[in-house]
């Protein structure tokens, strides 16, 4: 391999470091997304009642491994919260709504106040302690 061969490839293999590394940390966050503010989801969007105190709404597609473990999770903290409910919607049976919403990845997760506002947002897959903070803000 020649020079100019190994300094190319060790530039791709930084850039793609720093690119994962970048990934990794903002990957499952929650967020407050100014767009979404306003944005009211109820029965009609949702196809389920709302939690008294807050909803967590869970966009999933069939073959998404992370949207199992997203799936459990959110379904504990709903447990442990009276009040709030998990609502798991298949994005594809739901693609109105998922570009209403703007949703680009599975999962992703919104956090909803007890009017159906969206207080939080999340692309991949949330910590639990994550969660447990949204709701806080939330209820």
Known sequence: MTTTGVVVCAAVLAAAGVFGLLRRRVDGRLKVRRDDGERRLGVAELGAELGE??????????????CRATRRTLA??????????????????????VRELGILKTPTVLVLDAAGRIVRRAAGQPRKVDVIAALGEAV
């Open 53 to 66: 105190r807050a909803t967590l709404v869970q966009f999933s597609s069939a073959f998404c491994q992370p």
């Open 76 to 97: 504990e903290v709903a447990g442990m919260v009276e009040g709030v409910s998990h609502v798991e919607l298949d994005a594809e049976q739901r693609l109105e709504l």
